[in-house]
């Protein structure tokens, strides 16, 4: 029997994660997400296993300027319920954009990550900024284009 190849596995100490920032400014929203998904992932990296924690930071600033096409700025809605009768919270896009545009972002990224173990600490890799200032400066993010 000949030598069959082997499957690569990435080891730990070879996951040196790196860090990205985007400036979400004039960006499509879901545009903007699937791309950071795919960092957040590991993806865009020969090394990508999907069971493992493979992908890099990504820092967002100006999430205030991202843009949304068509009437989904007053038609797309957000629902929060809290459990109890009558508790159904409901929010538009351009509402959640004025009061809350990190949550806005997040929840798109969120929906575009696998759906398995991974995605908290998938999530907790992507810091999310309205303004254009973020204090992640002492790790020389590159920048990401989208």
Known sequence: MKNLARTYTPKKENLVPRWFVVDAEGKTLGRL???I????????KPTYAPHLLTGDFVIVTNARKVKLTGKKLLQKKYYRYSGY???MKVKTA????????????RHAVSGMLPKNRL????LKRLKIYAGPEHPHQAQKPEVLNV
């Open 119 to 122: 995605r908290k600490r998938m």
């Open 33 to 35: 997400a699937s791309r």
């Open 85 to 87: 009768i009558g508790g």
């Open 37 to 44: 998904a795919l960092v957040l992932m590991g993806k865009h």
């Open 94 to 105: 351009g509402e959640l954009l004025k009061t809350k545009p990190e949550e806005l972002i």
